[in-house]
């Protein structure tokens, strides 16, 4: 019995090779850049680097491009894919002054599907809140940064904040998932049906086959014949004679109330 709660819970498994490839930045010529990863309460990394740095890298005399070749390995394990991984990128730089200073940040979702996948990660640097502060901070070297960057993978508080666009940084992925379709969920293409595969009915013949077909008028030919075959049942025997009153209400129902009444009055006083 203790050695079956010991036992782990079943998970699936993400797998993620590849690198932070480069950086296109046209107004920065130097740049860093640290990475994490940010994932949900029922995530695990069991392997892999948590967190990251690149080497300091310049740009080339003929390319906007700033090439990092940072590499990525990490696996991670879960039960539910519910707040999925992501990668957070913050990028630094050296001003004119010398100065380490922030460039900007980013973040995108691990792949969901296995194989290989590349990535353009945004990349933003978050605004001063007066001109006074913007002078300051670039003779001093402190410019506006957040003070958790994990808030660029959420969605709570981003309203407030004014940034400007810096660039992007772009990353290769190289995906593997184990398990997943176990717990019901199923991101490979050609497994995954296609709508085509499963065609929409035409609303228009089921509503018809739906709808209950026109009455028919009789004419006086069909009266003609239904006359003919219906045979006339002559009442001879003594039983028959005696009818219910009620009962010759339902089948007689071309005469009127009136006639009706009578007769019932009639046949009441003959009982009598």
Known sequence: MAGRENQPKSVFLLLITGEIEFAELPTI??????YFYVYGSDWRQISGLEEGISPTSQKG???????????????????NPFRWPQIVVCCYGHDSFGNDVIRGYGAAYLPTVSGR??????IFVPEASTAMHKILGFFTGRRAEFVDPRIVSMS?????????????????????LK??????????????????????SNFQDSVERMSPPPSIQPTTSTQAIVERTIPVVETTTDVESQENP????????????????EEIQEDLRDDI
């Open 246 to 261: 009620v009962q010759r209400i339902q089948v007689e129902t071309n005469q009127s109330d009136d006639q009706i009444i």
């Open 61 to 79: 005399k003929s390319s906007q491009k700033i090439v990092l070749n940072t590499p990525l390995e990490a696996t991670f394990s879960s039960t």
């Open 117 to 122: 996948a590349k990535r353009s990660i945004a």
């Open 29 to 34: 010529d130097n740049l860093y850049c640290k």
């Open 179 to 200: 398990d997943l379709k176990k717990f019901g969920y199923d991101t490979k293409p050609h497994s995954i049906a296609k709508p085509s595969e499963f065609p929409l």
């Open 156 to 176: 709570e508080g981003r309203d407030v904040t004014r940034v400007r666009t810096q660039g992007h940084v772009t990353i290769s992925f190289n995906t593997v």
